[in-house]
């Protein structure tokens, strides 16, 4: 094939973006239907029918006692921390979405980022003792892409100091770590319903927990801090979700076993195709447990591939392939961090590393198997060409 920042032609004639919601025929007509009944009843928001079923679904779906729906993930988290009354520091990886690092401040807590390991790109349990200090009060791990944390090692260094536990699991809708689903571990864990995550209800999340009191504590300050009618307790914020998102999120439920297996067969093709490309690995999931395989995760080794994953990720853009750097960099490299903590030496080889090679690709194709055809084509292509995409790049920068 030739290439389009040689020939001007894209492979695709509409771009391609990560995180393509795809809302199918019949999730729509429930949706639509569901908003009728919103409207005939006239109960909009606070608390609905609708949020609570939806409620129920998610907390049975994910094994657990409680699940506390909120606006957005980010929120979910501030409410979390709020909930354990948390303060001082905060152990997270540094390899994540900015929100788990943000959401920590919004609370008066200090981010303290750890490294990741190879294997998971999750946090790495052995550098979480070296960064404990008197001020430390909790870790949060993140079940990145949909790969669960190594659950039994944090929990035993968390009891060891006496520290709090949670989970960003904004990536593990529907995933387990073994036969047990995400939603049960540590003292909570959230979830995100963003519109380009694997369920959505536009934009949403939730809290789930086993433990009753900070399921309390977070549907009170979900709601102002109101523990009953004029009368406020706690200093809340409005994290509720209104009953057009939970309609979604119920009109969507139905069809997340065939979506898990669209995505599935998604990551497995890319695999087959990808495999052989020296220079190029998948991230694998699902290898401990089950996985929604929502996102698909490529690492680019320059000194073997022959170009950088920056200049594959201009290439591809170039092809209407909007392929992702999540997440780079970290979130310690991040301008506001640096800025915030100028005097900071983090060590933190394995995400630097790591976010200077990562790549996100489309999982949401419009036609699976002739996407990935020419996906991976476009990839194999520029790794013969690399000599000649590198003088492109040069002389386009
Ligand atoms: N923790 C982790 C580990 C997370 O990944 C996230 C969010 C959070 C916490 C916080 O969750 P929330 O508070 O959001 O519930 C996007 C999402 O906005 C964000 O939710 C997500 N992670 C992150 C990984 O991705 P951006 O800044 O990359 O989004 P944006 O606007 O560039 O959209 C991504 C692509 O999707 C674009 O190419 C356009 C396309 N798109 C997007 C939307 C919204 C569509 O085609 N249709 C759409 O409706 O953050």
């Known amino acids: 094939m030739e290439l389009a920042i040689f020939s001007g032609k894209p492979a695709f004639v509409k771009p391609i973006p990560v995180g393509f919601p795809i809302v199918e025929a019949d999730t729509r007509q429930r949706f639509h239907g569901l908003?009728?009944?919103?409207?005939?009843?006239?109960?909009?928001?606070?608390?609905?029918p609708f949020l609570q079923q939806l409620e129920r679904e998610i907390a049975r779906l994910h094994d657990t006692a409680h699940c506390a729906i909120v606006c957005n993930a980010t929120i979910a988290q501030m409410l979390s921390l709020q909930a354990l009354g948390l303060d001082g520091e905060v152990i997270l990886p540094s390899f994540t979405f900015i929100a788990t690092a943000?959401?920590?401040?919004?609370?008066?807590?200090?981010?303290?980022?750890?490294?990741?390991?190879?294997?998971?790109?999750?946090?790495?349990?052995?550098?979480?003792?070296?960064l404990i200090t008197p001020r430390t009060s909790?870790?949060?791990?993140?079940?990145?892409?949909?790969?669960?944390?190594?659950?039994?090692?944090?929990?035993?260094?968390?009891?060891?100091?006496?520290?709090?536990?949670?989970?960003?699991?904004?990536?593990?809708?529907?995933?387990?770590?073994?036969?047990?689903?995400?939603?049960?571990?540590?003292?909570?864990?959230?979830?995100?319903?963003?519109?380009?995550?694997?369920?959505?209800?536009?934009?949403?999340?939730?809290?789930?927990?086993n433990d009753a009191s900070i399921d309390q504590k977070v549907r009170w300050n979900r709601n102002f801090g109101f523990a009953g009618y004029d009368n406020v307790?706690?200093?809340?914020?409005?994290?509720?979700?209104?009953?057009?998102?939970?309609?979604?999120?119920?009109?969507?439920?139905?069809?997340?076993?065939?979506?898990?297996?669209?995505?599935?067969?998604?990551?497995?093709?890319?695999?087959?195709?990808?495999?052989?490309?020296?220079?190029v690995s998948i991230v694998p999931v699902g290898e401990q447990g089950k996985s929604n395989y929502h996102y698909v995760v490529l690492l680019i080794d320059e000194a073997?591939?022959?170009?950088s994953r920056d200049v594959l990720?201009?290439?591809?853009?170039?092809?209407?392939?909007?392929?992702?750097?999540y997440f780079y960099p970290g979130c310690h490299q991040m301008p506001f961090y640096c800025r915030l903590y100028p005097q900071k030496t983090w060590h933190l080889p394995v995400t630097e590393r790591v976010s200077?090679?990562?790549?996100?690709?489309?999982?949401?194709?419009?036609?699976?198997?002739?996407?990935?055809?020419?996906?991976?084509?476009?990839?194999?292509?520029?790794?013969?060409?690399?000599?000649?995409?590198?003088?492109w790049c040069a002389m386009n920068a």
Not at 103 to 125: G, K
Not at 363 to 385: F, Y
Request: with cysteine; charged share 20%; aromatic share 10%.
């Open 356 to 391: 200077r090679q990562v790549l996100c690709l489309p999982s949401n194709l419009p036609h699976p198997e002739e996407d990935m055809d020419i996906i991976a084509d476009i990839i194999a292509t520029v790794r013969k060409n690399a000599t000649r995409v590198q003088q």
């Open 233 to 279: 307790q706690y200093l809340g914020i409005n994290g509720k979700m209104s009953e057009a998102a939970a309609a979604m999120g119920l009109a969507s439920l139905p069809a997340v076993p065939r979506r898990m297996a669209n995505c599935q067969s998604i990551y497995k093709g890319y695999r087959e195709r990808l495999s052989a490309i020296p220079g």
């Open 304 to 307: 073997v591939y022959g170009v």
């Open 35 to 48: 908003m009728d009944e919103a409207f005939d009843r006239n109960y909009l928001t606070n608390d609905g």
């Open 102 to 130: 943000h959401a920590c401040l919004w609370q008066n807590l200090t981010p303290v980022f750890c490294d990741i390991t190879e294997d998971t790109l999750t946090i790495d349990p052995d550098q979480i003792e070296t």
């Open 313 to 325: 990720v201009s290439v591809l853009w170039k092809e209407n392939v909007l392929a992702r750097k």
């Open 138 to 209: 909790a870790v949060i791990g993140v079940h990145l892409f949909g790969n669960p944390c190594q659950v039994e090692k944090l929990e035993a260094v968390c009891q060891k100091y006496g520290l709090r536990l949670l989970f960003d699991a904004s990536h593990a809708f529907g995933c387990s770590y073994g036969d047990r689903p995400i939603g049960g571990f540590g003292d909570l864990e959230f979830l995100s319903f963003h519109a380009t995550k694997f369920f959505s209800t536009f934009e949403g999340g939730a809290i789930l927990t």
